[in-house]
């Protein structure tokens, strides 16, 4: 398993190429699909999925982009995250053909690795985190020292801070890589992030 990062758009999205088996999954394109198509060309495999851990623009903006490119990968969303045609939060809804959804306890193969789904809203009611080997793709629910913002539409404190316990509650240890910032461990989160303590209280 292989996971390359690249910051996209305006405010630095993280998006993330993670590939296995020449098998590749790209998760959260922000913005800058030619940037990420260059990426792509250079990464020898097929491109399978096109993960999203939530619908907000700034990490959703390539994905038209890319699918007219790469119209064989499959582009997953959370169902409450779909529902946006015409918001500037989630434009997603309408732009996609064949648009799939995921929610809890789905899995994704890909090579050898097996994506898992789980919904962690609060940041946005259809936010997941993607679970794949130890590696958590936590979008904007935890960031390195910090969490999502509750105050866009469809956010809610008390949501956020139970997503928060079941990540912290996860058992083992695992590469956290959220959406904004830098990468963290989870083990560093539970000793260092004041949210995350207060979520596991």
Same mark, same amino acid.
């Given at each position: 398993?292989?996971?390359?990062?690249?910051?996209?758009?305006?405010?630095?999205?993280?998006?993330?190429?993670?590939?296995?088996?020449?098998?590749?999954?790209?998760?959260?394109?922000?913005?800058?699909?030619?940037?990420?198509?260059?990426?792509?060309?250079?990464?020898?495999?097929?491109?399978?999925?096109?993960?999203?851990?939530?619908?907000?623009?700034?990490?959703?903006?390539?994905?038209?982009?890319?699918?007219?490119?790469?119209?064989?990968?499959?582009?997953?969303?959370?169902?409450? =995250?779909?529902?946006?045609? +015409?918001?500037? #939060? !989630?434009?997603?809804?309408?732009?996609?053909?064949? &648009?799939?959804?995921? %929610? @809890?306890?789905?899995?994704?193969?890909?090579?050898?690795?097996?994506?898992?789904?789980?919904?962690?809203?609060?940041?946005?009611?259809?936010?997941?985190?993607?679970?794949?080997? =130890?590696?958590?793709?936590? +979008?904007?629910? #935890? !960031?390195?020292?910090?969490?999502?913002?509750?105050? &866009?539409?469809?956010? %809610? @404190?008390?949501?956020?801070?139970?997503?928060?316990?079941?990540?912290?509650?996860?058992?083992?240890?695992?590469?956290?890589?959220?959406?904004?910032?830098?990468?963290?461990?989870? =083990?560093?989160?539970?000793?260092?992030?004041?949210?995350?303590?207060?979520?596991?209280?």
């Amino acid at each position: 398993m292989k996971v390359s990062i690249m910051q996209v758009g305006p405010i630095g999205t993280n998006c993330y190429i993670l590939e296995d088996e020449k098998k590749i999954a790209v998760i959260d394109p922000g913005d800058e699909a030619e940037r990420i198509l260059e990426v792509l060309e250079e990464t020898e495999g097929t491109v399978e999925y096109i993960l999203l851990t939530h619908g907000h623009y700034d990490h959703t903006t390539a994905v038209p982009e890319l699918h007219r490119a790469l119209p064989e990968a499959k582009i997953y969303i959370h169902q409450a =995250d779909a529902n946006g045609a +015409g918001s500037r #939060l !989630f434009p997603l809804a309408g732009q996609v053909d064949g &648009l799939l959804l995921y %929610d @809890e306890g789905d899995a994704l193969p890909l090579g050898s690795l097996t994506i898992e789904v789980l919904h962690t809203p609060g940041h946005s009611k259809g936010s997941v985190t993607l679970r794949a080997g =130890d590696v958590l793709f936590t +979008g904007d629910t #935890l !960031f390195a020292g910090s969490m999502g913002r509750t105050d &866009l539409s469809g956010g %809610d @404190e008390g949501e956020i801070m139970a997503s928060l316990k079941r990540l912290g509650e996860l058992e083992g240890s695992f590469t956290v890589c959220p959406g904004h910032m830098q990468t963290s461990t989870l =083990d560093q989160e539970r000793k260092t992030n004041p949210y995350l303590r207060m979520a596991m209280g």
